[in-house]
């Protein structure tokens, strides 16, 4: 999440030394990897590049990545291409904010703007905002669990489907609120849902409905960073009942039975915004991009092809969208409320994350490598949630030493500190036991604690050469029983390490491979909260 | 009339809201007017600063070339219609804000003597579906009559004080859409013109038929105030975004709009679906008022509002010209049955000074 946002126990000062690296991070060009395609790496950071005529820099909600099509045939029309910079709407919104999208875009395209405008200096930068489509956020069921539950689709309030977790009759997965507007919103609606609020949240209902979300909450088996691997993950596990999610993505699946609660939903208008930092030719560009976008054939195809709601009147709802009307439930008016609700379901409402640092400290890593990693694990420690378990696990020719740090709400500053001696006393030396090592993690970890999101982070700068070798842990994975195959790992790709090895393990256990050679080693650590 | 010294603090926040407001750059070159365009006559080019909402009107080649024919080259920026005041308009020939109570405190400060001129106005009306019509109507907060009708304000205003939600009101079970608190959704009042003139409305509702002016009466209105705008928490920029919603199905049952953006929706032969259009009892026209800095900025004024042609177009693009024409009652047969033609019982509310106006929007947001 963006430090520069809602920094919790966070001081000041750490925020903004963290908003520097904020949206980097996060932002990563279509070209070199698309959020909603699971199967590729994540890159860090992404540079959205040199201004080209004709072509719009748009810092760009993840949501959009199935927008390809539709770019596409706008291209063919107008001439102008879009060229998407993914990022989490906090991220986006704080980059605003400091001034920083200057000379980096042409145009701002989130799912929503709500979270926007309650930032003052960051609304300042938009010129004018167009919303171009809609889609409200729904539960997306398994049509058996719909039956045994005895729903009727038209008829599910939030209190039905808070009735059903706490009864022990659903789980769901949902993305992380910080860095994917859909967990967001979905957060959003819940909170809304469940405190029986008339009108805006206020923080006296937060209070009041946290009971209840915490209840609500026990529900959740799955978070990730993006809808995609939200969707792989879901396949994979196979025992989740439902997904929260946009409209549009459960649709897009179509294997759910896709529900709309009756008392009321948020919906993402997707507006296209023009900024203020840049020049009047490329205002100009946004606005034929934006008329385009609007035009009914234009607006048939993104219903067609995304299955978001057209904005014009003339064109109607793709097939399969029903078109009966819900309540909107308001979003908070104010930053308090907002970030008041992402930080309690940070440090309070969801599960708390365990995660081993699998880490390579080989003789490889000696100087600038060690250093970087130091610094990248320091800065994380303002990452860390309450009730966060985490395990340090440097190797070499073997693992070094296990040491774990829990962040006890009542006193975060402990293990914080902990983990940051730790990271200080760390040293280069040995071969890489890449295998070894993995196979100890897993072991730490022991019978998975249903009540945690459990994973595994592997960074390593090289090939593995000491230990076991990778048909040895395929081995030993596949002899892993229940839960403990649950556990994904998601590996670093950094400085010489082989990324078809690290890939094979991402993609044995369910994890997602992150690239930090080419962008910085914060900036995956990063992008992986999201995950965990 | 307050001042400075019975609202403190008042002019100098709006003042840093302002400049805060031009840091961010607001002012913005949409329109350039065709400068090449080959009208066989001298063009004076007319440097203009204009509401947004008006920007289409003057990038409509029509309009371009209605003007030119004339004589004119037109260049309009445009810009918050309160953030004008912030702006140095040096070089401006004239400045164009979307109602009276800017435009009035642009002349006190660049010394414009004469009347200033109002071309062409459009009421705020509230948008609903048919259901939250209905069930409004059902309940005496509004009176119905094909696709459009009456939303009464003080019936309204106690709904609100009250806290009423639609679950309250009889009807509303059979429409799920229709739950939690019954309120407008405007734009935000301290950014947005509508917004502004929305709290102008309700507060002169509120106060019993009078403007509020006195530090006593923002006191006695602003808990009120602060009940419409609180309970919708995050607030569209412009009502253009908020209308947009409004048509594709999401957003709040009732939003406020001008008139002039449903009118211009209609024009365009677009399938207004079961959109009911509800004039407020008592409401606030946004009064397109040009503030004449120059002698060609002058006659421009008046030609806007005296030129057939140009008062046509404006009817196209929904305005309401000034003086007595027919021009806006005649113009498309489907646009009567949504739009009340001749404001029939409804009433205008005076608008209070900016220093007051900007007071309620303050604590309206608390």
């Known amino acids: 999440m963006t430090r520069g946002t809602r920094p919790r126990r966070r001081t000041a000062a750490l925020a903004l030394a963290f908003a520097s690296v904020a949206v980097l991070l996060t932002a990563c060009t279509a070209e070199e990897q698309t959020p909603g395609d699971p199967g590729k790496p994540v890159q860090t950071p992404g540079d959205p590049g040199e201004p080209v005529p004709g072509t719009l820099r748009v810092l760009a909600s993840s949501e959009l990545a199935d927008m390809t099509t539709v770019w596409a045939q706008v291209e063919r029309e107008t001439g102008i291409k879009v060229r998407p910079t993914y990022t989490g709407t906090l991220d986006a919104v704080d980059l605003l904010a400091e001034g920083r999208a200057k000379g980096k875009f042409d145009a701002l395209w989130l799912s929503s703007n709500d979270y926007l405008r309650l930032r003052p200096e960051a609304a300042r930068q938009i010129v004018s905002e167009t919303p171009v489509m809609s889609s409200p956020v729904a539960i997306g069921v398994k049509p058996g669990t719909v039956r045994e539950l005895g729903w009727k689709p038209d008829d599910v309030t939030w209190s039905d489907i808070d009735e059903a977790v706490t009864g022990g009759k659903l789980t769901y997965g949902m993305t992380d609120p910080s860095r994917s507007n859909s967990g967001f919103s979905t957060l959003i609606s819940v909170a809304s849902g469940l405190s029986g609020a008339q009108s805006a949240l206020t923080d006296a209902d937060v209070e009041k409905a946290t009971p209840k979300l915490k209840e609500f909450f026990k529900g959740q088996q799955l978070t990730s960073g993006s809808s995609g691997w939200l969707a792989q993950a879901y396949d994979r596990r196979g025992d989740v009942d439902a997904l929260l999610n946009y409209e549009s993505v459960l649709k897009a699946r179509k294997d759910l039975t896709v529900i709309r609660p009756r008392d009321g939903v948020v919906t993402a208008d997707y507006p296209l915004s023009s900024l203020a930092s840049t020049g009047q030719e490329v205002r100009d560009d946004v606005r034929r991009l934006t008329e385009a976008l609007r035009t009914p054939t234009i607006q048939r195809l993104i219903t067609d092809s995304t299955m978001r709601r057209p904005v014009v009147a003339s064109v109607a709802p793709a097939a399969g969208l029903d078109s009966g009307r819900r309540r909107e439930l308001p979003f908070p008016g104010s930053r308090s409320v907002a970030d008041g609700l992402l930080d309690a379901y940070d440090n309070e409402l969801r599960r708390p994350s365990r995660t081993v640092y699998v880490l390579d400290t080989s003789g490889s890593m000696k100087g600038d490598r060690l250093d970087r990693l130091k610094t990248a694990l320091t800065e994380l420690t303002s990452e860390f949630r309450d009730r966060e378990e985490v395990t340090l696990m440097p190797f070499g020719s073997e ?134 | 009339m307050p001042s400075a010294s019975t609202l403190p603090g008042v002019r100098r926040i709006a003042g840093i809201v302002l400049a805060v407001l031009l840091l961010g750059g607001v002012v913005v070159a949409v329109v350039a007017g065709r400068e090449e365009q080959d009208t066989g006559t001298a063009t004076k080019t007319v440097r203009m600063v204009i509401g947004s909402e008006k920007a289409e009107f003057f990038a409509d080649p029509d309009v371009v070339k209605a003007l030119a024919a004339k004589g004119y080259t037109v260049k309009a920026e445009t810009s918050g219609s309160w953030a004008m005041e912030g702006l140095d308009l040096k070089g401006y020939d004239v400045a164009f804000p979307s109602s009276q109570a800017p435009a009035a405190e642009l002349a006190k400060k660049y010394g414009v003597k004469q009347t200033l001129t109002r071309p062409f106005y459009s009421p705020l009306v509230v948008v609903a579906h ?137 024009g365009d032969g677009q399938s207004p679906g079961d959109l009911v259009v509800l004039y407020p009892d008592t409401t606030v026209n946004s009064d397109h008022t040009v503030v004449p800095l120059t002698e060609n900025g002058r006659a421009l004024g008046e030609l806007l509002g005296s030129d057939p042609r140009l008062r046509e177009l404006a009817v196209r693009h929904g305005f309401r010209p000034q003086g007595a024409g027919t021009e806006f009652a005649s113009a498309g047969a489907d646009r009567g049955t949504y739009l009340n033609q001749r404001l029939s019982g409804v009433r205008q509310a005076p608008v209070p000074t900016s220093a007051v106006l900007h007071e309620l929007a303050r604590r309206a947001r608390g």
Request: hydrophobic fraction near 40%; aromatic fraction near 8%.
């Open chain 2, 130 to 266: 048919r259901n939250a019509a209905e069930v409004l109507a059902a309940n005496g907060l509004a009176t119905l009559d094909e696709h459009r009708g009456t939303l009464k304000m003080d019936a309204y205003l106690d709904a609100a004080r009250d806290d009423r939600t639609w679950q309250q009101l009889r009807g509303a079970e059979k429409y799920g859409e229709l739950t939690g608190t019954l309120y407008i959704a405007s734009t935000d009042p301290e950014t947005s013109n509508s917004g502004a003139l929305y709290l102008a409305a309700a507060s002169y509702v509120a106060a019993g038929g009078r403007v509020v002016a006195s530090d006593a009466d923002v006191a006695r209105t602003a808990p009120l105030m602060r009940k419409l705008i609180g309970v919708q928490g995050a607030q569209q920029s412009s009502t253009d975004a908020a209308f947009r919603d409004f048509v594709s199905g999401a957003g709040n049952p009732l939003v406020l709009v001008y008139e002039s953006q449903v009118a211009a929706l209609l």
């Open chain 1, 399 to 532: 693992v070094k030493s296990v040491r774990t740090h829990v962040v006890r709400p009542e006193d975060p500053r402990a293990g914080l500190d902990g983990i940051r001696a730790d990271t200080r006393r760390l040293s280069a030396s040995g071969d890489t036991a890449i295998y070894t090592s993995l196979q100890e993690a897993y072991e730490r970890l022991g019978a998975v604690d249903r009540d945690t999101f459990t994973s595994v982070v592997l960074m390593t700068d090289g090939e593995n050469t000491a230990g076991a070798g990778p048909e040895d842990f395929d081995g030993f994975y596949a002899r892993l029983t229940g839960h403990q195959r649950d556990i994904p790992v998601f590996p670093i790709l950094f400085g010489d390490s082989d990324r078809a090895e690290l890939e094979h393990i991402a993609d044995l256990t369910g994890g997602r491979l992150f690239d930090a050679r080419r962008g910085s080693l914060d900036g995956a650590f990063e992008e992986i909260r999201g995950y965990q």
